[in-house]
């Protein structure tokens, strides 16, 4: 009986939902998303936006329609939606041969959401709608209220749970099924991708950290090659120990500085010769301050090479070197072993893609890498905590009833017809929707101070806080803050109770998260393709510092730490609601199918591939399915209990024991895949290279692959002798 109080105290707080919020917050979307995917239509046609919808295209050299688009003026403001078809007709090997597996997984990540929430509706429309509306018992008088066709239309004791519960064991297990073919399909699709690119000179490589410091030679360097060379005697070739580079970072930036200046006043300079009317002085003065600019370029290449001299080099050195091994087992032995009994030396790893390496944070000491990621991790979590602001004034907003009691002046929005509707609906989701956009930015910047060694573990960290930051406010804290904003000091005190809280909060927000769900697919994802803040700032470029220049496309890499957490974000709203709110489930199909096909189009013109992990970004997104799973089932042990089920809820515990054995399977099964390199797949790489004679070849890239960016041939000025060797 505790649990039926609770509901009916909550229900009877809990205002009722009106349909006409979500009709005016589908409305405004849909008309928003028209108007903008009309504007990137008009736009793509434009040969100036080239460098914006056509990045990466013109980055390979490739076809570039606007550029050959002879039609009229009239005929570019015709909006063309051919680039809907083509990114259909888009397959999984054409995306992994052109972007990689980790692009791969953003895509199949889409169709995952499209292929379980397609079963999904088809029973929470087919069976659970019908059975909820059909109930004896009404939540609400008004006829307008999606509670109707919710489980909170079920009256308490009803054996019509039952078939609720059919459904959730329906679920969870075609969920269970469908993970598991996925981590099975990616799993083979990573050993065939390391197979493809077992050229990578990261095969041969492993990156040593905390090297010991040698009191004979007060170097580091020196015992590297000593070390290996005595444990490692087969397979050892050479070693790429690693220098404080700021200072000659600092040289060479001047040096560029100077060497574009110089050329700057060069083109000045002849095309003041070719206008009639300027005088011989002004020609002298440009000559003279060239010929100053180039003696105080010379200097600096003085200074260069003998910052880059040996003796200079070694009272710089760091504790961190690359090891290039001649063999991809030799390497993957060293790399999964411990070098030393005490672990904290010779610390080893593989070493990242060369493009993928973050120089500066290999300078950052070893020991000092904990407390570097327990600073990012405190930081993170005061923004989540200070992010519960905004997130519940959104939430005023969206209950109205509660928004007239703090604020009485609000009651004068009932005097315009559909004003309401418009700002319950559409308001709320619009403000929580701009406010999460920082979210991202601020989360990889913070990433970037936690001293990984690569782009792809920063990105990968940056997701796992974005996620874990979407659960936590946008989730939890808008169930909390706009159903039970009264009774969260209880749900913090009485733990036990819980799921009871959690599942009278979820069925009282299926409209919020409805009208959050239009917003972010149509509205989010029409920005996402349109990209109007490079379009303001490529207009600004054409009419001011850029005008005349050669424009170089605005080339990004592919944010996974931006999409996939929202991603994960919807599949977790998803599973909670396919059993208490079925009619949300076809908001969710539309917004999973154009995200596919808005991204595939991304993917294939816009964002380029700076990296490529071989699909280590999957466990994550496997993890963060797994939480939505134990989340809907915690949803609904609760929801039972309020409807006096309890023997319901007794029963969805198997479920919850089965999803937690899946996912420790899991990482049995499909993790070591993910987390090392197996020697016998390094092997085989070694015996297929050996067959076709690029053992050699791949062995000496990886020779050079690991030269530190201060040490490499300049390009500032390609006469002055900075490719020279280094002097002793």
């Not at 050329?263 to 003279?288: I, M, P, W, Y």
């Amino acid at each position: 009986m505790r649990f039926l109080d609770l509901g009916s105290s909550v229900y009877s707080y809990v205002s009722v939902v009106n349909s006409g919020s979500i009709y005016a917050s589908a409305a405004i979307n849909f008309g928003v998303a028209v108007f903008l995917l009309w504007l990137f239509a008009i736009f793509k046609r434009l040969p100036c936006n080239a460098t914006i919808y056509y990045a990466r295209a013109i980055n390979l050299n490739h076809h570039v329609p606007p550029y050959h688009d002879h039609s009229s003026c009239l005929l570019k403001l015709v909006p063309s939606v051919h680039w809907i078809p083509h990114a259909l007709h888009v397959t999984d090997n054409q995306i992994l041969e052109e972007n990689g597996l980790d692009a791969l997984i953003l895509i199949r990540l889409f169709k995952f959401g499209i292929n379980l929430f397609v079963v999904c509706s088809v029973i929470g429309l087919c069976v659970l709608l019908p059975l909820n509306y059909c109930s004896n018992e009404r939540s609400s008088d008004d006829p307008q209220s999606m509670d109707h066709f919710t489980i909170s239309n079920i009256s308490g004791g009803s054996n019509r749970l039952w078939v609720h519960y059919s459904c959730l064991c329906f679920i969870t297990l075609y969920g269970v099924y469908l993970m598991h073919k996925e981590y099975k399909h990616i799993t083979v699709k990573r050993v065939q991708q390391l197979r493809l690119l077992r050229h990578q000179p990261s095969q041969f490589t492993v990156l040593v950290r905390n090297i010991p410091f040698c009191d004979e030679h007060k170097a580091h360097g020196c015992c590297v090659d000593h070390f290996f060379s005595k444990y490692h005697p087969h397979t050892y070739r050479s070693c790429q120990i690693l220098y404080e580079g700021k200072d000659l970072e600092d040289l060479l930036n001047q040096a560029k500085k100077l060497s574009d200046k110089i050329e700057t006043l060069r083109l000045r300079a002849l095309t003041k010769k070719h206008v009639s009317g300027s005088s011989l002085s002004q020609a002298f003065n440009d000559d003279t301050k060239i010929e100053r600019l180039e003696e105080k370029l010379q200097e600096l290449h003085h200074k260069i090479r003998q910052t880059r001299g040996k003796k200079m080099l070694e009272e710089k050195d760091m504790p961190v070197a690359f090891i290039t091994f001649s063999s991809r087992r030799g390497a993957t032995l060293v790399a999964q072993s411990q070098q030393h009994s005490n672990p904290l030396f010779w610390t080893t790893e593989m070493a990242p893609e060369p493009r993928d390496v973050l120089w500066r944070s290999l300078a950052i000491p070893y020991k000092r890498l904990p407390l570097y990621k327990i600073t990012v991790l405190v930081a993170a979590s005061l923004l989540t905590i200070f992010f519960a602001i905004p997130v519940t004034a959104v939430q005023g907003i969206a209950k109205f009833e509660k928004l007239k009691k703090w604020f009485p002046p609000a009651m004068a929005v009932q005097l315009i017809p559909g004003l309401r509707s418009t700002i319950t609906g559409y308001l709320p989701s619009v403000i929580l929707t701009g406010c999460i956009y920082v979210v991202p930015f601020a989360m990889i910047g913070m990433a970037k101070l936690a001293g990984y060694v690569s782009r792809s573990r920063k990105d990968i960290k940056a997701c796992n806080m974005v996620f874990y930051f979407l659960v936590g406010n946008v989730f939890f804290l808008s169930l909390l803050s706009g159903s039970l904003l009264d009774q969260i000091g209880k749900s913090f005190s009485q733990p036990k109770d819980f799921p009871s809280h959690l599942a009278s909060a979820v069925s009282a927000q299926a409209d919020f998260f409805m009208t959050y769900i239009l917003t972010s697919g149509l509205t989010g994802f029409s920005l996402e393709i349109l990209q109007p803040g490079l379009l303001v700032l490529n207009c600004i470029k054409l009419h001011t510092w850029g005008r005349g220049k050669n424009k170089n496309p605005y080339l990004y890499s592919l944010p996974y730490y931006r999409i996939i957490p929202f991603i994960c974000l919807f599949i977790l709203i998803g599973m909670v609601y396919a059993v208490v709110a079925p009619l949300l489930l076809p908001f969710l199909i539309g917004y999973f199918a154009l995200g596919y096909v808005v991204f595939i189009h991304q993917i294939q013109e816009v964002y380029k591939t700076t990296y490529e992990t071989c699909g280590q970004y999957w466990p994550y997104i496997h993890h963060y399915i797994v939480i939505a799973l134990v989340i809907m089932q915690i949803t609904m042990i609760g929801l039972f209990g309020m409807k006096a089920k309890p023997s319901a809820s007794f029963a969805t515990i198997p479920l919850l024991i089965v999803t937690l054995l899946f996912n420790e399977y899991c990482k049995m099964r499909f993790l070591p895949t993910f987390d090392n390199y197996s020697v016998q797949d390094a092997a085989k790489n070694d015996e297929l290279d050996e067959q076709n004679g690029l053992m050699e070849s791949n062995y000496q890239k990886a020779l050079d692959a690991y030269c530190p960016p201060c040490l490499r041939p300049a390009s500032v000025n390609e006469e002055s002798s900075l490719a020279e060797p280094l002097i002793l």
